[in-house]
């Protein structure tokens, strides 16, 4: 289509976008996103910048997967690559290429099924620390999940030798993660110019003398690198015949040789980062949906009982765990720790006739597309039979974006979707969790989409469910 005959995208007032988000980034995105409802794309300025949001799952394919070649990750991921470093998700490209197939193994259904006792160690023994609390007493989800999941991608990563390794990172990891929420929200408002923020990562990691803020980021940074440097360094001296990823990335290879010890440490921190606050947002958010939905929420407990008995879990048993894994999905649907996905097109292009300008910032409003109600009926209803038996075959598959979609797709979902099994079936297994009353629990919009005050809950002992084989 010839710019004569380009659909006119609707535009919205950049300085108005400007100051919803500096409010509250989920709802004014989605307000964005909302906007005009004729329409699945608008666009609006930031500083310099075109930015568009899309919501229709034809657009979100066209740009993850049809076209990914004509966008890249966007200035905001340079950010990331300050503390991430160039792992998986921060590079682009023919190295992004060749480092994603020879890790794709390493974190496949297979190579998983190693790693489960490994998983399992940590969050036996929260449960344990759970029940020496008594029958009935408060917890604050939100804060608990986080450190188990800290604990389960750490052991999984690190073996056992990851309990001494987080007492030193975990603060630094926490102080990390909120810096970087901080410094992403800055750069969705004002869009500084690239070289700018390459600039700000180089000075972060040189520069001897910094102001604070950066003088914090920098010496949060040095905290984690010095640690996990560390451990490669041990592991690098020892025959490498470890079951933890961490020896699968030391032993990783294609034709062309072996990650480099830089790529090791980046990966790995990598998967550290991108792979517990995520997971602890959508658990968090999963308890809370349970404790509104009890019918759905005593199907799970009984699930668990008629799978495990009482039980530890294996690997073989989480394919059983069919309701209990739908409902950390649909809590995924309902509130995605992943709220945007945005990329930069390297290339002019056009979306159903909409003109995108090379250069321009496009971001997909997860929240919006799993609450529209075109895709998913009554949207706004707990309801995990979505994701049960042949449900989701049906759906537009760029409808469902938690774990992003296409070539970028989470490399980490299948690590995900067991460890959130694992968690939902063995902390169920023993306890029911109620909201607080009166607690209010809001969405807040950071890098994750998380409870703005936590979620106090209320934790029971229960008694198993009677079922048919126990009887
Ligand atoms: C519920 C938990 C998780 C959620 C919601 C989540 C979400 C996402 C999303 C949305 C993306 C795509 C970002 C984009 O396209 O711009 C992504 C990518 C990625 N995630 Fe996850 N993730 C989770 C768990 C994990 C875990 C456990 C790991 C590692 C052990 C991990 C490692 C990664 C990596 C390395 C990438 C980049 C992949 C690439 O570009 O090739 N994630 N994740």
């Known amino acids: 289509m010839s710019a004569a005959t380009a659909t006119k995208t609707p535009t919205l007032s950049g300085v108005r976008v400007a100051h919803d988000m500096l409010v509250d980034g989920l709802t004014s995105f989605t307000k964005i996103a909302d906007a005009v409802p004729e329409s699945d794309i608008v666009r609006w300025r930031s500083g310099h910048r075109h930015v568009f949001a899309i919501k229709h799952p034809d657009y979100i394919e066209h740009v993850l997967r049809k076209h990914a070649d004509r966008y890249m990750k966007s200035v905001e991921y340079q950010l990331v690559s300050t503390v991430l470093g160039r792992s998986l998700f921060t590079d682009d490209g023919e190295s992004w290429r060749r480092h994603r197939m020879m890790l794709n193994p390493l974190l496949g259904r297979r190579h998983l099924n190693a790693v489960v006792d490994l998983m399992i160690d940590p969050i036996d023994d929260y449960v344990s620390r759970l029940e020496a609390q008594g029958d009935r007493f408060e917890v604050e989800m939100v804060a608990d999940m986080t450190e188990l999941t800290l604990d389960v991608v750490g052991t999984a990563l690190f073996g056992h030798s990851f309990g001494e390794l987080a007492r030193r990172i975990g603060p630094a990891v926490t102080t990390g993660l909120r810096l970087g929420e901080f410094a992403a929200r800055l750069t969705l408002i004002t869009a500084p110019p690239s070289w700018s923020v390459k600039a700000l990562g180089a000075a972060i990691h040189h520069a001897p003398l910094l102001p604070p803020p950066l003088d914090r980021a920098q010496a949060t940074m040095k905290t984690i690198d010095d640690a996990i440097w560390e451990v490669i360094h041990d592991r690098e001296e020892q025959p490498p015949h470890d079951d933890d990823l961490l020896g699968m990335l030391l032993r990783a290879r294609d034709e062309d040789g072996t990650l480099t010890p830089r790529r090791v440490r980046d990966e790995a921190t990598t998967f550290m980062v991108a792979g517990h606050e995520t997971t602890a947002?959508?658990?968090?958010?999963?308890?809370?949906?349970?404790?509104?939905?009890?019918?759905?929420?005593?199907?799970?407990?009984?699930?668990?009982?008629?799978?495990?008995?009482?039980?530890?879990?294996?690997?073989?048993?989480?394919?059983?765990?069919?309701?209990?894994?739908?409902?950390?999905?649909?809590?995924m649907r309902f509130f995605s720790p992943i709220w945007v996905i945005p990329r930069t097109a390297i290339a002019d292009d056009e979306i159903d006739g909409h003109r995108i300008p090379s250069g321009s910032t496009l971001t997909v409003p997860v929240y919006s597309v799993h609450h529209d109600e075109r895709w998913w009926e009554d949207p706004e209803r707990?309801?995990?039979?979505?994701?049960?038996?042949?449900?989701?075959?049906?759906?537009?598959?760029?409808?469902?974006?938690?774990?992003?979609?296409?070539?970028?797709?989470?490399?980490?979902?299948?690590?995900?979707?067991?460890?959130?099994?694992?968690?939902?079936?063995?902390?169920?297994?023993?306890?029911?969790?109620?909201?607080?009353?009166?607690?209010?629990?809001?969405?807040?919009?950071?890098?994750?989409?998380r409870p703005r005050a936590g979620v106090r809950m209320v934790a029971r002992r229960r008694e198993r469910v009677k079922t048919a084989a126990a009887a």
């Open 281 to 331: 947002n959508g658990m968090a958010w999963m308890w809370y949906l349970l404790s509104l939905n009890s019918d759905a929420r005593d199907r799970m407990y009984a699930e668990v009982d008629e799978v495990l008995d009482g039980r530890r879990p294996t690997a073989e048993d989480i394919p059983a765990l069919e309701w209990t894994s739908a409902c950390l999905q649909e809590a």
């Open 382 to 449: 707990f309801d995990p039979s979505r994701f049960t038996g042949d449900q989701a075959r049906d759906r537009h598959r760029f409808a469902y974006l938690p774990f992003g979609a296409g070539q970028r797709v989470c490399i980490g979902m299948s690590f995900a979707l067991m460890e959130g099994a694992l968690i939902a079936a063995m902390m169920a297994q023993r306890f029911r969790f109620d909201v607080v009353p009166g607690h209010p629990v809001q969405p807040e919009a950071t890098l994750t989409l």
